[in-house]
C-alpha cells in the first residue's frame, strides 16, 4: 500500500530552501478544491468535530502529548506549515534558509501580521517564544535542545543558531515547538484566554467538555477558514464517538479501527491518516536484566503476531511494523523483512540465551491498547514469557516505565515527529528518559548525527533508511508492533475536506454545504 | 430440633421462640418459582466451581486468526471475541469471577451490617446512636461514587471496587439487622430470658439471631444480585476486574466496541447477568413468602 | 416500609384534609432533623476530606505524575495543604468549602466549583428526570398492575419490572441508542445541550439517559406500589367505600394513592442518592459531560480535589433532599412523632 506513494519532500534540505519557500507561499493553504468549495459553502455554516484527547491548557509548553498539536494549531500559527501532504510551507515564517549547511537558520517573518489582542506580530514574539519552550519546566524542551541562540535582527528578521548542524530544524519549527505565542504572554504566564495569530478565536471554553471557535476576521490567510464557527467536542470513548457521528451529533470524528467498519457502513465518508501511531513495547534492562540481551529481544520481538494484531484487531487499518520511520514517510525503508512471527525460532533464540525457561514479568499498558497487549500477553506464554497485565490510569503508563521506572516492560504509542532524527533521538539514544536502561543500538547514533548534517536529499533519505537495518538487526528498547492508523469519519454535508495526514483535526478549507 | 430453650422450672409462661424450620421449607419447596430459582443458582455456582473442567478452551488463550466468530462456528459454539478468544470458555470463567465479587461484596456487606446491627440493636444507648448516625452519613454518600472514589484511590482492581462497595452498601443491611432486632428484643419471651438471668451471649444466640436470619437471608439474595449489578457497572467504567480477567461485566464492557459486527459478545453476558440476578431476585421472593410473616427491606 | 394503613388514613381522606396542620410536635421533629442534618453535613465533610489519606504513599509525589519536577510536588503539596497539621489542613478546607471553594483542578487548574457548575446541570437534568419517569411511570403502572391483578396487564408489566431490575443500566441505554438513535433515528446518541440554549434539544438529549437510569427504580416503585396498592384495594374501608358506591377508579385514585403515596416518599428520599451514582455509568453511555464523567476523568488523573468536590457535592444534594421527604413526610403524615 506504501510502494508508489512515497512522498518527496522538495523542503527537506536546507540548501535552495527560499526559492521553493517562495513559490509555494502563493499557494499556502489553498488547493484546487478550495475555490470551487467557496462557491457552495454556507457562510453562516458551523461544524462540530469529535475529539478523543482535549488541551488542558492553552499553554503549548505543558502539551502532553503530540497528537494534540492541531487543536493548538487552530489558535496559534507555526512558524512553519505542513500541508495535506507533510511538504513544509510557509506560516508565519515566509522563508527559511541556513547559508552554512544547517547551524545557523535565518528566518524572515511575514509583517502586517497581529495577535488577536491586537499587538503587531514581530521577532520579538518569535524569540520569547522559542526560549519559553527550551526553557525549564517545558515539554517542548527537548525539542529545542540544541537551540543555543536566538537573534533578532530586526522587527521581521531573525537568526537561530544551532550547537551543531541540523537540516531538519525547520521540521521542528513545524511540529509544537514552533506554535508562536506573544511575547507578552510569555511575560504574563497568563493562559486563560489564548493569545494568538491563528485562524480561530476561542469564544468558550468548558473544560473538559467543549471548545467553541469562531474564525479569526484578521488573519493572514482568510482563504482557510469557510465555517462561521468550530465546535471540538471531547468524545473520549470510541463507541461513543462512532456513536456521535452516526447520530449526527457531530460532523467529523476520528475512529478506533473497531468502529470505522461501522460508521462506513452506515454511509459516512472516511479517510485514513496512515501511521498516526506507532504501537510497540518499550523494555528497560535496569529493572530486568535479561532485556539487555539483543537474543532476548529478537525472540520476544518474533513472539508477536504482527499481522493477527493488524488485520485482526486493526481489522487491516494500519501496518506491521519492522522499523522506526512510518511507510510513505521520508526516509522508509521498503526493502526490509517484516519481523517474522516465529514461535519456534523464538524459543530457539531464548534457550540460545540461556532462558530456556523463560520469564515472568509485568506489562503496563494503557486501556486503549487493552487488546493488543493481551494479544501480545497470550503469545508471549507460548515461549515461556509469562506477563502480568497492568494498566495504570493517565499517564502512569510513561511514569511507571521512564519517568520513575517501576516495571519493565509496558506497551507505549509513540507519535512520530515530521522528521525522522528527533523521533529516532528521542526514543532510542543512550541517554534519553525513554530508554532508561540505555539500550545501545550499534551504529544507530552515528546515522542519525550524520542524517542531520546531510543536506542532499538522496543521501539524508538513504541515511535514514539505515536506520532502518540497523534497530531490524538489533531490537532496540522498543519492540515495534503495528504503525497504527486513524480513521477520519465526516458527514456529507462538509465540502473541501482534505486528507491531511499531519494530524487530526485539521479543517483547513472545510465547509458545510449550501 | 428447633424446640428450644427448655423451660426452666417456675418459667411455664415462656413462649415458644417462632421460626419453625420444617414449615418454611415446606413452604419453599411449594413456590415453583424460588425453586427455579434456586436450582439455577445452582447451576451457576457449580460452573464456577467446576467450570474449568468442562470449558472447551483456555479462557486466555487468543487466535487472532479467527476474532469475532458467530456462535456455532466449527469448534466454537457461542463464537469467539474481539481476540479470537473461545466466548463459551470466557463466559464459564467470568462466572467464576462475577461470583466471587458477588461474594466479596456482599459478604462484606453482610458482615458489616450484622455486627453493627446487632450491636445497635441489642445494646442501644450511645452505641446505637453512634452506629445509627455512621449510618446515615453513609446512606448519603452516592455509592457507586463513593465506589468508584475509593477504588480510583487506591488503584482499580475487582478487590479495591468490592471492598468499597461492601462499605457503602453496609447501612442498609445495617438497618435491618437492627430493626430485626429490636422487633423482637421487647418480646415477652426475650424479657423473660433476660428476667430469670439468661446470659446475654445466650439471648443472642437463641432468641434475637434466628429472627435476624430469616430476613437476612431474604436481604442477602437480592443484595447479592445488586451488588452483581453495580460490579458490572464498575467493570464497565474500568475500575472493576482487570483483564485478561473478564467478569460478565467486563465482558459486556468490551463487546459494545463490536455491538455492530459481533453483537452476540454483549447478549450472551448480558443473558447471564440478568439471568443470575433474576433467580436470586426470584429465591428471595420465595424465602420471603416462605417465611410466614411479613419482611421489610 | 411496606404501606400499612393507619387509622387516620381513611378518616383525613374522608374530611378532605388536604393540608394537615404543622403540629408542635412535627414541627419540634423536623427541627431535630434539620439538626441531624447539620450534623451528618460535618461528617460527611470529615470524610470526604480523609478520601486525600486514602492515597497510597505521598500524595502529593503520587499526584504530580510525568515528569514531575521537584517544584511540582511541592506546589502540589502546598496546594493541598499537605505541609499542615491534619486538623488545621480540615479546617481550612472546611473553611473554603463554606465560602464556596473548593480548591482547584490539578488537571484542569480552574477552580473545582467551576467544573462542577459546569457540569452538574447535565446530571441534575438525567437524575431529575429520571426520578419523575421512575415515579410517575412506576406508580402509574404499579396501581395498573394492582387494579387488574393477576389478569395480563399484571403479568405484562411484572415482567416489565423484573426485567427493569434484573439488568445492568449500562445495556439498556446501548440498547436504546440502537432502537431509537439507529434504527428508529427518533433521539441523538451522544452528548448534552443546555437548557437554556435550546430546550426542545435539551429533552431529547436527555430522554433516553433518563430511560436507561430510570428503569431499575421505576421497576423497584412498580413493584411496592404494586403490593401496597393489592393490600390496600383489601382493606375494609376500601371496600365500604366501593360498596357504596365509589367507582372502582376513584377508589384507586383518592384512597389507594394517597395511602400509597408514603413509600414512594421515602423512596424518593434514599432513591436519589443510587440515580445520582447510577449516572455516572449512564453518563458514560451516552457521553454526556456531567458529574458522573467528570469523575471518572478524575479518577483516570488523580485530580483528588475533583474528586472530593464531586462526592461532596453530590453527598450534599443527597443529604438535603433526604432532608426535605422527611419533612414531606412529616406533613403528609401528622401521626410522625419523634421517635
Redesign the interface.
Known amino acids: 500500500m506504501h510502494k508508489n506513494t512515497q512522498r518527496r519532500r522538495p523542503l527537506a534540505g536546507g540548501v535552495g530552501l527560499t526559492l521553493t519557500a517562495m513559490l509555494l507561499a502563493g499557494c499556502a493553504g489553498g488547493t484546487s478544491s478550495e475555490s470551487s468549495a467557496s462557491a457552495e459553502t454556507d457562510p453562516e455554516g458551523t461544524i462540530s468535530v469529535g475529539v478523543r484527547f482535549l488541551q488542558?491548557?492553552w499553554d503549548p509548553s505543558q502539551m502532553?502529548g503530540a497528537t494534540i498539536v492541531p487543536i493548538y494549531q487552530l489558535v496559534y500559527d507555526n512558524l512553519i506549515g505542513l500541508d495535506a501532504d507533510l511538504n513544509l510551507v510557509p506560516g508565519l515564517a515566509e522563508e527559511w534558509d541556513s547559508a552554512d549547511g544547517g547551524t545557523t537558520w535565518d528566518l524572515t517573518l511575514r509583517q502586517d501580521t497581529q495577535f488577536n489582542d491586537g499587538t503587531a506580530f514581530g521577532a520579538e514574539d518569535v524569540k520569547a517564544t522559542l526560549e519559553y519552550y527550551a526553557g525549564e519546566?517545558s515539554?517542548t524542551r527537548a525539542d529545542l535542545a540544541e537551540m543555543s541562540d536566538v537573534e533578532v535582527v530586526d522587527d521581521h528578521h531573525l537568526r537561530i543558531t544551532l550547537t551543531g548542524a541540523n537540516v531538519g530544524f525547520p521540521e521542528v519549527l513545524a511540529g509544537r515547538a514552533g506554535l508562536i505565542l506573544s511575547s507578552e504572554t510569555v511575560e504574563s504566564g497568563d493562559f486563560a484566554s489564548p493569545v494568538g495569530t491563528g485562524e480561530y478565536l476561542v469564544e468558550n471554553d468548558?473544560?473538559?467538555?467543549?471548545v467553541d471557535f469562531v474564525p479569526n476576521p484578521d488573519h493572514w490567510n482568510p482563504e482557510t477558514v469557510n465555517v462561521a464557527g468550530l465546535t471540538l467536542?471531547?468524545?473520549?470513548?470510541?463507541?461513543?464517538?462512532a456513536?456521535?457521528i452516526?447520530?449526527?451529533?457531530i460532523d467529523m470524528a476520528v475512529l478506533?479501527p473497531?468502529?470505522a467498519?461501522?460508521v462506513e457502513?452506515?454511509g459516512l465518508s472516511t479517510y485514513e491518516v496512515r501511521g498516526a501511531q506507532l504501537v510497540g513495547i518499550s523494555l528497560n534492562p535496569d529493572l530486568a536484566p535479561e532485556l539487555a540481551d539483543p537474543q532476548v529481544r529478537m525472540a520476544l520481538a518474533m513472539a508477536i503476531?504482527r499481522?493477527?494484531?493488524v488485520?485482526?484487531?486493526a481489522f487491516g487499518r494500519g501496518a506491521e511494523a519492522n522499523q522506526f520511520i512510518a511507510p510513505e514517510r521520508f526516509g522508509f525503508n521498503s526493502a526490509l523483512d517484516e519481523i517474522p512471527y516465529d514461535i519456534e525460532g523464538a524459543r530457539k533464540l531464548l534457550a540460545e540465551a540461556g532462558y530456556p525457561e523463560g520469564f515472568s514479568y509485568t506489562m503496563a499498558a494503557q486501556?486503549n491498547n487493552?487488546?493488543y497487549?493481551?494479544?501480545i500477553?497470550?503469545?508471549w506464554?507460548e515461549i515461556g514469557v509469562d506477563v502480568e497485565?497492568?494498566?495504570p490510569?493517565?499517564?502512569?503508563v510513561?511514569?511507571a516505565t521512564?519517568?520513575n521506572p517501576t516495571i519493565p516492560i509496558a506497551t507505549q504509542n509513540l507519535v512520530p515527529d515530521i522528521d525522522a532524527t528527533p523521533f529516532l533521538w528521542r526514543h532510542l539514544s543512550t541517554d534519553t528518559v525513554r530508554n532508561p536502561g540505555s539500550v545501545e543500538v550499534p551504529g544507530l547514533m552515528d546515522l542519525i548525527q550524520e542524517a542531520q548534517v546531510t543536506a542532499d536529499e538522496g543521501e539524508r533519505e538513504q541515511i535514514l533508511q539505515e536506520t532502518g537495518e540497523v534497530t531490524r538487526e538489533t531490537i532496540p528498547a522498543y519492540i515495534p508492533v503495528m504503525w497504527r492508523n486513524y480513521t477520519v469519519a465526516y458527514s456529507e454535508d462538509l465540502v473541501g475536506v482534505e486528507e491531511w495526514q499531519a494530524g487530526y483535526p485539521i479543517l483547513d478549507g472545510v465547509g458545510v454545504k449550501k | 430440633m428447633t424446640q428450644t430453650v427448655p423451660a426452666p422450672a417456675g418459667a411455664t409462661t415462656l413462649p415458644v421462640a417462632p421460626p419453625k424450620r420444617v414449615g418454611f421449607l415446606r413452604r419453599l419447596a411449594q413456590q415453583k418459582l424460588a425453586i427455579a430459582g434456586l436450582i439455577t443458582l445452582a447451576v451457576v455456582v457449580l460452573v464456577a466451581l467446576f467450570g474449568s473442567l468442562i470449558s472447551p478452551y483456555n479462557p486466555d488463550v487468543t487466535s487472532l486468526g479467527a476474532v469475532l466468530l458467530p456462535p456455532g462456528s466449527p469448534g466454537y459454539l457461542l463464537g469467539t471475541d474481539e481476540l479470537g478468544r473461545d466466548l463459551l470458555s470466557r463466559l464459564i470463567s467470568g462466572t467464576q469471577v462475577s461470583l466471587v465479587a458477588a461474594l466479596q461484596g456482599t459478604s462484606l456487606t453482610v458482615a458489616i451490617g450484622v455486627t453493627l446491627g446487632l450491636a445497635a440493636g441489642f445494646f442501644r444507648g450511645w452505641v446505637e446512636k453512634v452506629i445509627m448516625f455512621v449510618t446515615d452519613v453513609l446512606m448519603s454518600f452516592p455509592g457507586i461514587l463513593l465506589a468508584i472514589a475509593i477504588a480510583g484511590i487506591l488503584g482499580p482492581s475487582l478487590n479495591n471496587a468490592m471492598i468499597a462497595l461492601g462499605i457503602v452498601l453496609a447501612p442498609g443491611a445495617i438497618r435491618l439487622v437492627r430493626g430485626s432486632v429490636l422487633g423482637v428484643r421487647e418480646e415477652t419471651y426475650v424479657e423473660a430470658a433476660r428476667s430469670i438471668g439468661t446470659p446475654s451471649g445466650q439471648i443472642l444466640v437463641r432468641h434475637i439471631l434466628p429472627n435476624v436470619v430469616p430476613p437476612l437471608i431474604v436481604y442477602i439474595a437480592i443484595l447479592a444480585g445488586q451488588v452483581m449489578l453495580i460490579e458490572a457497572g464498575l467493570s464497565f467504567i474500568g475500575v472493576g476486574v482487570q483483564p485478561p480477567q473478564a467478569s460478565w461485566g467486563a465482558m459486556l464492557s468490551s463487546s459494545f466496541a463490536y455491538i455492530d459486527r459481533a453483537p452476540w459478545l454483549a447478549v450472551f453476558p448480558g443473558l447471564m447477568i440478568a439471568i443470575s440476578v433474576f433467580a436470586l431476585n426470584l429465591l428471595g421472593d420465595g424465602i420471603r413468602d416462605s417465611i410466614g410473616k411479613k419482611v421489610t427491606r | 416500609m411496606t404501606a400499612t394503613p393507619t387509622a387516620t388514613g381513611p378518616q383525613a381522606a374522608g374530611k378532605r384534609r388536604t393540608h394537615p396542620k404543622l403540629t408542635l410536635g412535627a414541627l419540634r421533629f423536623i427541627g431535630l432533623r434539620f439538626g441531624r442534618m447539620v450534623l451528618v453535613f460535618v461528617m460527611a465533610t470529615l470524610l470526604v476530606f480523609s478520601l486525600a489519606s486514602l492515597v497510597p504513599g505521598d500524595p502529593a509525589i503520587a499526584l504530580a505524575g510525568e515528569d514531575a519536577d521537584p517544584a511540582t510536588v511541592a506546589l502540589i503539596r502546598s496546594e493541598l495543604g499537605l505541609d499542615r497539621p491534619w486538623a488545621v489542613q480540615y479546617l481550612s478546607w472546611l473553611g473554603g468549602l463554606l465560602t464556596g471553594d473548593l480548591g482547584d483542578s490539578l488537571i484542569y487548574r480552574a477552580p473545582v466549583t467551576e467544573l462542577i457548575a459546569d457540569r452538574f446541570p447535565a446530571s441534575l437534568s438525567i437524575a431529575v428526570s429520571a426520578m419523575i419517569l421512575a415515579v410517575v411511570g412506576g406508580v402509574l403502572v404499579g396501581m395498573l398492575a394492582a387494579a387488574f391483578r393477576g389478569r395480563i396487564a399484571d403479568r405484562v408489566t411484572t415482567v416489565l419490572s423484573t426485567l427493569g431490575i434484573v439488568t445492568p443500566n449500562f445495556w439498556v441505554g446501548m440498547i436504546l441508542i440502537l432502537l431509537f438513535s439507529f434504527a428508529i433515528p427518533l433521539f441523538p446518541a451522544v452528548g448534552y445541550t443546555d437548557f437554556t440554549d435550546d430546550p426542545v434539544d435539551w429533552l431529547a438529549h436527555i430522554i433516553l439517559p433518563a430511560i436507561a437510569l430510570a428503569l431499575a427504580v421505576g421497576a423497584e416503585l412498580q413493584r411496592q406500589t404494586r403490593s401496597s396498592v393489592s393490600d390496600i384495594l383489601t382493606q375494609d374501608y376500601i371496600r365500604t367505600a366501593r360498596a357504596q358506591g365509589l367507582s372502582r377508579g376513584r377508589v384507586l385514585w383518592t384512597r389507594a394513592l394517597k395511602n400509597g403515596s408514603m413509600p414512594v416518599v421515602t423512596v424518593i428520599g434514599y432513591q436519589m442518592a443510587g440515580l445520582l451514582g447510577g449516572s455516572v455509568v449512564v453518563e458514560k453511555v451516552f457521553n454526556i459531560p456531567g458529574l458522573g464523567t467528570l469523575a471518572i476523568d478524575s479518577v483516570v488523573a488523580k485530580d483528588l480535589p475533583v474528586l472530593q468536590g464531586i462526592v461532596l457535592v453530590t453527598t450534599v444534594i443527597v443529604i438535603i433532599v433526604n432532608f426535605l421527604t422527611d419533612v414531606l413526610y412529616t406533613v403528609l403524615n401528622p401521626k410522625v412523632r419523634v421517635s
Open positions: 488542558n491548557s502532553p519546566g515539554n468548558v473544560e473538559g467538555v467543549q467536542r471531547w468524545i473520549e470513548d470510541p463507541v461513543a464517538m456513536n456521535a452516526r447520530s449526527q451529533e478506533e473497531s468502529q467498519d461501522a457502513a452506515a503476531d499481522d493477527g494484531i488485520n485482526g484487531l486501556a487493552r487488546s497487549a493481551e494479544a500477553q497470550a503469545s506464554a497485565l497492568t494498566f490510569p493517565g499517564a502512569g510513561a511514569e521512564w519517568t
